[in-house]
């Protein structure tokens, strides 16, 4: 029996789940959505009769009528990219839900942008982590360093006067002196700023006095993370990770919330495995399958059109995770991507250095490993039709039911296409 009625949902692999869809799959029984980490370098892609909508920032909740949706003090905010898509929504008549903004949430600058390609291109070819480039990590660096700005300081006109002139004189510093690039003038980055937090104000409340009004009121809430846990900058593959606490743990920091308000985690994982950008991935497939996978499943990123590099799924990365994040039910996605693989392959250990490792190695690190794998039966039929598990292909109820087996966890929603119709609830 639930506890409360807070849902805290993550993506269980590295990232691109399908998280924004099973946040909107879920939607018509929640009350409250919140956002409690990352930043606009996370797209969560959302397909309602027919209409595609990617969120950056935004909740995934926007597109319900009368729900509460929340950004959280644990997101770096850009609030450009921000304002444009509610500007996009509004435009389109789809801004049906309430949004509130936390003050305390940090707010990515233009010079976070321009220092985040600068480092990216010093470390070499070689040595690159693959970032967006869109200034997620600088922003964090000054949150941690006591020197950002936050939602709070747009909204006067003394203080974002103060502080920005504070954090130009140190960027500049940098610009010039260790990249060699040009100064970024004090007005080019103030008038913006000023006018974000004029259109950013109406929005501005606290997160955390709501959340808990919404708690003693019984409301159902959602707290929706981004990215994946094995991107999570403690537990993830470091340092082939994002900026934020990804894991489920980041989503009390992420909005002030305590621990013992939590209700269940809902884990959500793609019936394969895929990544994007730089870091070890030890069942990419770089052959047809891995081709396979990218095209039936459209893999290519929300945010930056990258191509997602595609594999297997990875049993030992998934149990990890599962533990890390006390993983309560899962939601499995893209199922019927996997339609028309005669064989499906899935790793189930690991190899280095002649020794087999049955479990997720101590470093973390994933260096030099080698899959190994066990082999499954396929199956030929269309998925995307079927709407309850027991209409699945016997293969593809096989392939859950293994799944399921090996981590311990119920599958508790299946999606089999993208529309928001198109999920199979097994009682979530």
């Given at each position: ?116 390609r600068l480092e990216e291109a010093a470390r070499g070819k070689g040595n690159r982590i693959g970032t967006t480039g869109l200034g997620i990590g600088p922003c964090y660096v000054d949150k941690f360093a006591r020197c950002g700005l936050r ?200 190899e280095r250095g002649g020794v087999r490792l049955s479990r997720y190695p101590a470093d973390g690190s994933l260096r030099d490993v080698s899959p190994v794998y066990e082999a499954l039966p396929g199956w030929e039929e269309d998925l995307s ?44």
């Amino acid at each position: 029996m639930r506890k409360n009625k807070v849902d805290v949902l993550i993506g269980a692999q590295w990232g691109d789940e399908g998280k924004g869809k099973v946040v909107d799959a879920m939607g018509a029984d929640v009350d409250i959505f919140v956002r409690y980490q990352g930043g606009a370098n996370a797209g969560h892609t959302v397909i309602v009769e027919g209409r595609k909508v990617v969120f950056h920032l935004l909740p995934s909740g926007m597109l319900y009528p009368g729900k509460l949706c929340m950004i959280g003090n644990g997101v770096v905010l850009d609030p450009e990219q921000l304002l444009k898509e509610m500007d996009d929504l509004y435009s389109k008549g789809q801004d049906r839900a309430r949004l509130v903004i936390s003050p305390h949430a940090h707010v990515v600058m233009p010079y976070h942008k321009t220092l985040d390609r600068l480092e990216e291109a010093a470390r070499g070819k070689g040595n690159r982590i693959g970032t967006t480039g869109l200034g997620i990590g600088p922003c964090y660096v000054d949150k941690f360093a006591r020197c950002g700005l936050r939602v709070t300081d747009l909204l006067d006109a003394d203080c974002l006067r103060e502080s920005l002139m504070a954090a130009l004189e140190e960027k500049n510093h940098l610009l010039t002196r260790l990249y060699g690039e040009k100064p970024i003038p004090f007005d080019e980055v103030y008038e913006p700023a000023r006018e974000w937090g004029r259109a950013l104000e109406p929005y501005v409340d606290s997160v955390t006095d709501l959340l808990y009004k919404a708690l003693e009121e019984g409301k159902n809430i959602l707290l929706e993370g981004a990215q994946g846990a094995m991107l999570d900058v403690d537990h993830g593959t470091y340092p082939y990770i994002t900026s934020s606490s990804t894991s489920s743990a980041g989503a009390f920091t992420g909005t002030g919330m305590a621990p013992h308000a939590l209700g269940r985690v809902l884990g959500v994982m793609k019936a394969y495995t895929t990544r994007v950008g730089e870091g070890p991935l030890p069942t990419e497939d770089q052959g047809e399958t891995g081709e396979f996978l990218r095209e039936r499943g459209g893999e290519f990123g929300a945010t930056t059109g990258r191509p997602r590099r595609c594999g297997w799924l990875d049993i030992p990365a998934l149990n990890y995770s599962m533990r890390l994040n006390g993983v309560d039910a899962i939601a499995l996605t893209k199922l019927d991507v996997m339609t028309g693989l005669n064989k499906i392959q899935v790793c189930t250990a690991y190899e280095r250095g002649g020794v087999r490792l049955s479990r997720y190695p101590a470093d973390g690190s994933l260096r030099d490993v080698s899959p190994v794998y066990e082999a499954l039966p396929g199956w030929e039929e269309d998925l995307s039709s079927c709407k309850t598990f027991e209409s699945l292909p016997e293969a593809a109820q096989h392939y859950v039911n293994w799944i399921e087996k090996q981590l311990g966890v119920p599958v508790k929603l299946i999606g089999v296409g993208g529309e928001r119709s198109q999920t199979i609830n097994r009682g979530l």
